[in-house]
Structure formats: structure tokens, C-alpha cells
């Protein structure tokens, strides 16, 4: 049998309560379901982690490009800065200018003509000419047709020259032909300078100056023999054309040697040597408005008008207004000289004659004997005159360290010792690209202080103070 089973002492074991959470009626430790993530959240999550990554790198990449680009103009500046240049202070002249226009003064002795007609000269313009030479033909009118056939037969010689010297005939007239072609190139090119500039009034001048230059080969080739009897023919029939048109016609003589000019102004008698004295301000302003109407000659000209103009002076005289010159900056005891920028000439050996204060400048007359030649066709022209000059040590302008214009003061590097330093120094004159100075009592040590064959920097800027530049 079996023995009755035993009855145990023992309570039962109790089993942990179930904490309930109250709040949402779960069980802790109970598992929960998560809320499904909306998929376009999830997106914007992704783009959002996208974005900042770009942005990041971007930042970064621009830094860099920052830091290299910074890096390359540091490279670049050190690569271009200037190398410094060294110069020798030397002696040279500073030369302050006053610009003007000049009025000529000279005497002039007008030939008129005897009688109406057409104006034949037989000079060039700016020629010297003698005494009793003959100057130009005033061919009455009525001599039209004899003048025609002059004019014809001179061309059919020139024709019949040419063909005979190209067939090689007549000794020595090619060079009287390249003679005058010369010549007559230099007119064409002031032909050509005149129509560029759009000015024409002077096409009558270089007119009349080509035919005498025509007309002088024409009596140099006379004397050539081509041993042609055409050419002999043409030639006794252009003397005897000529020997009646002078006989019925006026000939104009110089009656004193000088220049000849065939352009006139109105001011021949008015404007000479003596009118030094008398020229006031007011009648060089009106002289000055009047010679911009300088003309030449007509070709038809009526009896007793001026047909042209003989300059018998040796020198002449010019008159300026210089604005802002006083009369105390022109003293009479030195030369001057008076530069004609468009043309590239200079008029030296000018002394002064006579000079007065007139506004805020000076009206002066000048003399010289210079270039009397090359304005004898004109009365007026502007240029610039030399007013003072100084002389000293001459750098240029640039190579100065703070330059003050008030109180003439400045400095320069100059190399001592195999090193830059800074020497002041006084400003004795100056102009636009130079400088004439001078040693500063601040310098103090003999050494600083600048001298002729001292060494300077000319760009100061591309070099410091102190710096080694070698023994």
C-alpha cells in the first residue's frame, strides 16, 4: 500500500504583483508597438542630414580656396614689386616756361602794281632776293590769249625735253631735273601737312612757289643743247611770246635786297622796327586779331594794289603778353629763348627790349636776328619763352620722400655704406618731372648729406629704410 502523502508545512510562494501603469493602462516591462515613421518625414530627415553636409563642405572647401588664393597674391606681389633703381645726382638746369602768342615786328617795303591784271611772280616765296632783280609780271588784261599760248609752248618744251632725255639726249639735264623734283616734293609735302591740318589758305603760295621752280628749270634747261630743231624752234617762239608780254606788261623790281613774301596782312607800315617804342598792349591785341586774315595775293589784282612784300630787316622784333610773369622775373641783362613747340624750332639770342606790367602778367618785346628767314610769312605765332633758369643738383622728381611745396622740404633714400637712409633735404626749384636740391641742415653727419655722383633710389617705394644693398 501506499503511504499516505505528507502534508507539507510550507505556504505557497506568492508571485510579484503586476505594476500597472496607470498612465496608459500598460504593464512595465510589457512590450509596446512603435508608430510606423510617415515615409515623406523620413525623406526631409535625409535631405535635412544632406544639406548640412553640403554646407559643411562648402565652408570648407571655400576656406581654402580663400587661404590658396591669398598664398598665390602674396607669391605674385613679392614676384612683381618693382626692382629698385639706383641713380647718380648729377648737375643739370631746370627751365620754367611762359606760354604766349608772338606778334612780329620787322620792316616791310610793299610793291603795288602798276596796273590791273594777272600777277605772274617770278621768285619764290621766302627767296632772298637783290636789288633791281625783277619780282613778278602784272600781264594786262587783254594779253589772255598770248598768255594761252605762252603757257602752251612752255609745255610742249617740258614735253619734247623729257622725250628727249629719255632717249639720252642733252647732257646734265637729268640732274637739273632731280633738282627741281626735290624741290617740288618738299611743296607737295607742305601741300599734303595742309590738307590733313584741313587748312587751304595756303594752296595760292605753293601754287606761285612751284611755277617759279617750274620756270627756274625751265631756264636752266635753256642752257642744255639737245641738238633738236624742234626744241630750237619751241624756244625762239616762247622768247619772243615773253618779249611781248613784258614789253605791255608792269614788271615789279626790288628796289632794296631782302626776303620776298607774297602774303600780306595790312600791317606792313604799322608794325615796323619803330613801333617798338609805341606799341601799346591794346594795339598788339588788335594787331594779333587782324593777322589771322594773313592772305596771299590775289592772281587778278587791280592798279596800286600791294601785290607783295620785301623784308629788308636783319632782325626782328616779337611781342607777348606773358600771363602770370611779373616785369622783376625778366631782367634785361640775360638771353632768352623762345620755342615754337608745333613746329619744332627755337628762337635763341632773344634780348629784352622792353617790358611793363599789364593785368596779372607783363607785356614784353624781344629782339633776335634768328630765324628771320623762316617767318618772313607770317606775323603771328604762338610760343612758349624760357623765363628763369636754375642750376644744381638735379634728381628726378619721383625719387622724393613726402615732399612738401609749401615749405621746400623733403627726403631721399640715399645709399651709404651699403644701406638706404633717409636724408632730407630743401627743395631749390622744381617742375613737373625734376627737381634741383639741395643739402638740409637737419642731415647733421657730413656723410648724410647729398652731393654730385651721390647714389640715390629713384622708386623709393620699392625699397625700405636700413635695407642692405650691398658694399
Known amino acids: 500500500m501506499n503511504p499516505p502523502p505528507r502534508s507539507s508545512n510550507r505556504t505557497p510562494e506568492r508571485r510579484p504583483e503586476r505594476r500597472v501603469d496607470h498612465r496608459d493602462g500598460r504593464q512595465p516591462g510589457s512590450r509596446t508597438k512603435r508608430r510606423p515613421i510617415d515615409p515623406v518625414e523620413r525623406l526631409m530627415r535625409i535631405e535635412r542630414r544632406k544639406a548640412r553636409s553640403r554646407a559643411i563642405f562648402l565652408s570648407v572647401l571655400v576656406l581654402f580656396i580663400m587661404l590658396v588664393m591669398a598664398v598665390l597674391i602674396l607669391v605674385v606681389m613679392r614676384k612683381t614689386r618693382p626692382n629698385p633703381q639706383f641713380l647718380f645726382i648729377q ?70 625735253q623729257l622725250e628727249l632725255m629719255n632717249q639720252g639726249k642733252g647732257s646734265g639735264a637729268r ?15 607742305l ?115 600791294p601785290v607783295l612784300r620785301v623784308t629788308s630787316s636783319l632782325e626782328h622784333y616779337l611781342a607777348f603778353y606773358l600771363d602770370g610773369v611779373q616785369p622783376a622775373d625778366l631782367p634785361d641783362d640775360r638771353r632768352y629763348s623762345v620755342a615754337v613747340p608745333s613746329e619744332g624750332i627755337e628762337i635763341t639770342n632773344c634780348r629784352l627790349v622792353r617790358v611793363e606790367p599789364q593785368d596779372q602778367g607783363s607785356f614784353a618785346i624781344f629782339r633776335s636776328d634768328r630765324r628771320v628767314e623762316w617767318f618772313s610769312d607770317r606775323r603771328s605765332f604762338s610760343a612758349v619763352l624760357a623765363v628763369s633758369e636754375t642750376e644744381g643738383m638735379r634728381i628726378p622728381r619721383v625719387s622724393l620722400i ?70
Open 91 to 160: 648737375k643739370g638746369k631746370l627751365t620754367h616756361y611762359a606760354q604766349g602768342n608772338a606778334l612780329i615786328l620787322r620792316d616791310d617795303s610793299v610793291a603795288v602794281a602798276p596796273s590791273s591784271g594777272q600777277v605772274k611772280p617770278l621768285v619764290t616765296e621766302g627767296m632772298r632776293v637783290s636789288r633791281g632783280q625783277k619780282l613778278a609780271l602784272v600781264i594786262p588784261s587783254g594779253l589772255e590769249r598770248q598768255l594761252d599760248e605762252l603757257d602752251k609752248c612752255e609745255q610742249d618744251i617740258v614735253d619734247l
Open 175 to 189: 640732274a637739273i631735273y632731280n633738282e627741281s623734283a626735290v624741290a617740288l616734293s618738299s611743296i607737295v609735302n
Open 191 to 305: 601741300v599734303r601737312g595742309d590738307v590733313m591740318n584741313q587748312s587751304l589758305r595756303n594752296l595760292p603760295a605753293y601754287q606761285a612757289a612751284m611755277t617759279v621752280i617750274m620756270e627756274q628749270r625751265s631756264g636752266k634747261l635753256a642752257a642744255v643743247d639737245f641738238h633738236d630743231a624742234r626744241l630750237d624752234q619751241l624756244l625762239l617762239q616762247k622768247q619772243s611770246l615773253e618779249q611781248s608780254l613784258g614789253l605791255s606788261s608792269g614788271t615789279l623790281v626790288s628796289s632794296q635786297p631782302g626776303i620776298i613774301s607774297f602774303h600780306l596782312d595790312g600791317l606792313e607800315e604799322a608794325l615796323g622796327s619803330a613801333a617798338v617804342e609805341t606799341l601799346t598792349y591794346q594795339d598788339y591785341r588788335n594787331a594779333l586779331a587782324q593777322a589771322q586774315t594773313f592772305q596771299t595775293a590775289a592772281r587778278e589784282i587791280g592798279s596800286g594794289e
Open 402 to 471: 613726402d615732399f612738401e611745396p609749401s615749405s621746400r622740404t623733403a627726403s631721399i633714400l640715399m645709399v651709404t655704406g651699403g644701406y638706404t637712409r633717409l636724408v632730407p633735404v630743401e627743395i631749390v626749384d622744381y617742375d613737373r618731372e625734376y627737381a634741383i636740391i639741395d643739402a638740409s641742415p637737419e642731415a647733421g653727419e657730413e656723410d648724410l648729406k647729398p652731393s654730385l655722383s651721390s647714389v640715390i633710389v629713384a622708386n623709393p617705394e620699392s625699397i625700405g629704410e636700413g635695407e642692405f644693398i650691398g658694399g
